[in-house]
């Protein structure tokens, strides 16, 4: 048990510290470009990086947490699972091209067109990427896997920096994602050593598709329930509004979401290993819980005392707005941070079926109240929409995890 508990100390210590560094340099590379960029085009950076991330959670799989849960060798699922990946890096490279010129006409946006057309190289680049990889999380090796993360979220922040101060365009910003998909994908191969083979199994890949038949439906209810607000709002509102809604969203998301999912990535190798332990899986996520919670009550307040003040002292007076929002979206996304460490839970228990239904029942609340709300509301509509989504699915979540408390 001290083990187990150096471990989770260790883990989330590690990711946590990746995670400050990460946000600080994100929050530097926000502020210097909203000098040289405008909402409007931080909105159509926002619209090409909704289209790559919708294309590819469509195709999702799920090989990294397959990987990680697996109790058996890495090394009879990397041939194929690298196959998979290739398939699904070009498949979402050729889905992106087919949507840049529609995307284009319904945001009357020319410059959509050549930007997803480039953006659409990234996921053939990921594609290469070496599954084995995972080792690093799944033997908890930790500090090797926290430092390779630093260092790419270095590379790829600077870059988007340089690229823009260079450009002072938004191509910049895809330029800077470009550069750290390549070094990612290099690093890789290189720690990995052993190079994939083409060498396709039918039986692993049955294996890895009946689990992510139900890890793809969730992992589609759970982006839309995330992101179908930005294509609202950039719709009904314009790329202007939507840069000011999105950076008020990652402006919470860093300070609760990401909290969460920090601890949640950071435990769930630990509680997979240890989830013959009695009660471990259980008392880890209630310590997890209460700490969150607590963490979260204090952004609130900070939030909602020094965030006009702040947000206008950090991004000048043109993003005034984003203080407006931010106290709701704290709100709904601290909910989602407690639902980062609990949704884990479902998979290390083999029910990933639970987590799918929950995103579903979510999607359908946004999508009940996003467009009466935007229309009433403009973009505080749009959070109010993200908070309400959030709040009708805690009662499931609740009926679940206690419904499991004897099994972990």
Not at 10 to 25: D, N, P, R, T
Not at 165 to 187: A, K, Q, R
Not at 349 to 359: F, G, M, R
């Amino acid at each position: 048990m001290q083990t187990s508990t150096v471990h989770a100390v260790k883990g989330i210590g590690a990711f946590g510290f990746v995670k400050i560094v990460a946000k600080a340099l994100a929050l530097m590379r926000v502020i210097l470009v909203a000098k040289i960029l405008s909402p409007s085009d931080l909105g159509i950076f926002g619209i090409v990086t909704l289209v790559l991330a919708l294309t590819e959670v469509f195709s999702e799989t799920g090989i990294n947490i397959f990987l990680i849960r697996s109790e058996k060798p890495l090394a009879k699922y990397i041939d194929t699972a690298w196959i998979i990946s290739l398939l699904r890096g070009f498949g979402i490279s050729l889905c992106m091209a087919i949507l840049a010129y529609p995307l284009s006409v319904v945001f009357h946006q020319e410059s959509l067109v050549w930007l997803i057309f480039f953006a659409a190289s990234i996921p053939v680049i990921r594609g290469c990427i070496h599954p084995s990889i995972v080792v690093l999380q799944k033997e908890l090796h930790f500090r090797t896997y926290s430092q390779l993360r630093l260092a790419l979220s270095v590379i790829e922040n600077l870059s988007m920096i340089l690229f823009v101060y260079l450009l002072h365009s938004v191509f910049g910003l895809l330029l800077g994602m470009f550069v750290m998909t390549v070094i990612e994908m290099i690093v890789s191969h290189v720690i990995s050593k052993q190079p994939p083979r083409l060498r396709w199994s039918a039986s692993v890949a049955r294996e890895i598709f009946q689990f992510a038949k139900w890890f793809n439906l969730s992992g589609i209810f759970g982006y839309l329930s995330n992101n179908i607000d930005d294509l609202f709002v950039g719709k009904m509102l314009g790329t202007s509004a939507l840069g000011i809604y999105q950076m008020g969203y990652n402006i919470a998301q860093s300070s609760t979401a990401d909290v969460g999912e920090v601890v949640g990535g950071a435990m769930f190798p630990i509680q997979t290993k240890h989830k013959n332990t009695s009660n471990y899986v259980w008392r880890s996520y209630i310590i997890n819980l209460s700490v969150l919670i607590l963490f979260f009550l204090l952004v609130y307040i900070a939030v909602t005392l020094y965030g006009s003040w702040g947000v206008t002292a950090l991004f000048g007076e043109d993003w005034r707005a984003v203080a407006g929002i931010l106290p709701v979206l704290t709100i709904a996304l601290a909910l989602q941070g407690i639902n980062n460490i609990t949704f884990p839970l479902f998979y290390i228990e083999h029910h990933p079926q639970k987590y799918t239904v929950i995103s579903f029942i979510q999607l359908v609340m946004l999508g009940i109240c996003i467009y009466p709300l935007i229309t009433s509301l403009g973009i505080l509509g749009a959070s109010w929409a993200i908070l309400l989504s959030r709040i009708v699915v805690q009662p499931v979540y609740a009926y679940w995890i206690l419904r499991s408390k004897s099994h972990i």
